[in-house]
């Protein structure tokens, strides 16, 4: 593999741009899009649809369902999300390659961390500029320049941008799926580590929300008569804990427990919240078969149980075509003086989804920054044309066939 004259081309394109993908990053992340403030999510929505016009490709507001949540009080919901934006080219081509992202951030609407600054060492601060409004700019600066190569006629593109993937994707994972199971490789962009390293296998994620109802009483004049849902939500808590330790990898992290009021009321409703990590297929079973034997046992009479939720991002191990395509984005970073390296993690993301249907996927091709989902969440400036032309060349190669697609897919579709 080598950079070829009509490769370098494609790179100095992006070389050229670094001052638009820079700048129209700090553009979208100065309007605040938390995964529920609409008309926020609305706003960098439009900024982004203008941006992806300027792409020979067809552009499309695709409409999400919507997707149930559990209050507090125990009660559930039906909840709207924004439309994804898909951006499209070739779909016919013999090759196809899926890139997605997120336009959502975990900043809400009232979050006092809302624009972008530069820090002293030059860094930028500011809410998504890692995660990922910066991998959306450098996804799109590589597509900008991959359209000028002699072979992109082979390799038609297709981009999602998701409006919820920080709370778990649950308006976009269909749409992932139906990407994913149609692609033969995937392109991502949450952000590499600062020093560039990539994320490589990754456990699944489950969140779960147990609802337990019992009887409200006086706690003074008629206590035997209430049945505690308070009370059986943290002996059930408990029980949840203690599987921690059980199954090698397996993790269970009880979040939040919520119910109860006043004092003198025994209370009549709660609601347990916890998430479980777990490395592969066989532990994501048994955590779920475990989780729910203690759900359909009240720990004493007068409680009913109701469980909802369950696993939103799958297991991605490290199989033969993860290995093939991380090897191949290493041999390409080297063309361009990048040490590409990867570690595993217990993170998730939508590369999850799309390894779920059998799409190899590289994940983490952002910007290299670091404490994301919260207030000194960093970008590196200079990252953003160093990651664009890894993407750029990444395509290139695709197209020569020098990174066979298809072969990578096989290979996947092997595992399954």
Not at 102 to 119: E, G, I, L, M
Not at 198 to 225: P, Q, T, W
Not at 232 to 239: E, R, S, V, Y
Not at 388 to 402: D, M, N, V, Y
Request: with cysteine.
């Amino acid at each position: 593999m080598r950079i070829l004259t009509s490769d370098q081309a494609v790179l100095d394109h992006v070389a050229g741009r670094r001052e638009a993908i820079v700048g129209r990053t700090i553009d979208w992340a100065n309007i605040n899009s938390g995964s529920r403030n609409a008309v926020g999510l609305n706003a960098v929505m439009d900024a982004l649809e203008t941006t992806a016009k300027a792409l020979p490709a067809t552009v499309e507001r695709i409409p999400t369902h919507g997707s149930t949540s559990v209050a507090d009080d125990g009660s559930v919901r039906t909840e709207a999300h924004a439309a994804a934006l898909k951006i499209s080219a070739r779909p016919s081509a013999p090759i196809q390659v899926v890139l997605t992202g997120h336009y959502d951030t975990v900043f809400p609407a009232d979050s006092r961390f809302q624009t972008v600054t530069t820090r002293a060492d030059g860094a930028l601060n500011g809410p998504g500029v890692a995660d990922m409004k910066g991998g959306i700019s450098v996804m799109l600066a590589a597509l900008e320049a991959f359209e000028t190569h002699p072979n992109r006629h082979g390799v038609g593109w297709t981009v999602l941008l998701s409006p919820d993937e920080e709370i778990g994707s649950p308006a976009s994972a269909p749409l992932l799926a139906e990407l994913g199971a149609r692609g033969h490789v995937g392109l991502t962009y949450e952000p590499a580590l600062a020093d560039g390293t990539l994320a490589g296998a990754r456990k699944g994620s489950g969140n779960y929300h147990l609802i337990v109802a019992g009887r409200a009483a006086h706690a003074g004049r008629a206590f035997d008569e209430g049945r505690n849902a308070v009370a059986g939500a943290a002996i059930l808590a408990a029980a949840l804990h203690g599987l921690n330790g059980r199954h090698a990898g397996v993790t269970v992290n009880v979040a939040k427990i919520s119910g109860g009021g006043a004092l003198n009321v025994v209370a009549d409703k709660a609601v347990v919240r916890f998430n479980v990590r777990v490395p592969d297929k066989a532990a994501a079973d048994w955590i779920d078969a475990a989780v729910r034997r203690i759900a359909a046992e009240p720990p004493f009479e007068g409680l009913t149980l109701d469980l909802h939720g369950g696993f939103t991002r799958p297991p991605k191990p490290m199989d033969a075509a993860q290995t093939a395509l991380f090897e191949a984005v290493k041999a390409a970073g080297a063309l361009l003086g990048q040490d590409i390296a990867w570690t595993p993690s217990g993170g998730v993301c939508e590369g999850n989804n799309l390894h779920a249907v059998g799409l190899p996927n590289i994940d983490t091709l952002g910007v290299r920054g670091g404490d994301i989902h919260s207030d000194q969440e960093f970008a590196w400036p200079d990252s953003f044309v160093e990651r664009a032309q890894l993407s750029a060349l990444i395509l290139c190669k695709i197209a020569s066939g020098e990174i066979d697609a298809a072969r990578l897919k096989f290979l996947r579709l092997e595992t399954m």
